[in-house]
């Protein structure tokens, strides 16, 4: 394929992407239609034969087309329709489905368990209709992300508003914990396993849903973060003593 051959598929592309179905990328667009143009990048890249793209191949499109599908804006980039008008979207609320999945990295995990979820990246929670796309998304900020199953219709039950961002796609401002699921702190971060053996998970069901999830419940989740941080603070202070103990023995060594 030669390289404006290259150009024009990547306009289309594009085109496709900003101009209809951003959500199939895992990508939320502001209102005024636009997106940073390092977030379309990496969401193209991941497609099957578009690993080639770089930025800059993006940005030169305007520069070697007559009729680009797409305007650029200081690092962002925005659609535009065959008026050649910018494309706009607005989000509005919508009843979610019972469950609905997102990632965070495995550093946030313990934070999360215990102070719920709020938007790590622009205004909203971006959650997901599938484990799929939800660790599709959660991979670019972490190789190996944390899945949340979150109980969306208890949540919207409990007054918090979802907004439809696409077919794919809802968004929150936030989420409490007690709507978040996810596996247990030993298998997210198993070196850090208490002394003995650890017997099998327990199920937990989410209610409504009729069937077992795969995460342990609540309360359960919040005692293992307490047992968490006291092993930290234990293993803090036993190598406090050693260091201590190493070091008297250097003093004596000196008299």
């Not at 977030?39 to 087309?65: F, K, N, T, Y």
């Not at 919207?156 to 809802?170: D, N, R, S, T």
């Not at 702190?185 to 002394?195: C, D, G, I, N």
Request: with cysteine; proline share 7%.
């Amino acid at each position: 394929m030669s390289l404006d051959q290259k150009r024009k598929s990547l306009n289309k592309m594009i085109a496709y992407i900003l101009g209809h179905r951003p959500d199939e990328f895992g990508l939320v667009p502001a209102e005024d239609g636009s997106l940073a143009i390092k977030d379309l990048r990496q969401a193209l890249i991941e497609e099957e034969g578009w690993s080639w793209v770089r930025v800059s191949s993006i940005e030169e499109i305007p520069l070697a087309l007559n009729d680009p599908t797409f305007e650029l804006l200081e690092g962002r980039i925005r659609a535009k329709t065959a008026g050649l008008r910018p494309v706009s979207v607005s989000y509005g609320p919508a009843e979610p489905p019972k469950l609905l999945y997102m990632c965070v990295r495995r550093r946030a995990y313990v934070h999360v368990l215990r102070k719920g979820l709020r938007p790590a990246k622009g205004p909203h929670v971006v959650l997901a209709t599938t484990e799929e796309l939800a660790l599709r998304m959660g991979r670019r900020s972490d190789p190996h992300p944390v899945l949340l199953t979150v109980q969306a219709g208890r949540a919207a039950g409990e007054g918090i508003v979802f907004l439809k961002a696409g077919e794919l796609l809802y968004l929150v401002d936030w989420l409490p914990a007690r709507v978040l699921h996810g596996p247990s702190l030993e298998k997210v971060a198993p070196k850090r396993r208490a002394a003995g053996r650890v017997g099998p998970e327990k199920k937990a069901v989410v209610p409504g849903s009729g069937a077992p999830a795969r995460q342990p419940s609540q309360a359960t989740l919040a005692e293992r973060v307490a047992e968490f941080e006291r092993r930290e603070v234990a293993k803090r202070e036993r190598k406090k003593r050693r260091i201590g103990w190493k070091e008297e023995r250097r003093k004596r060594r000196r008299r």
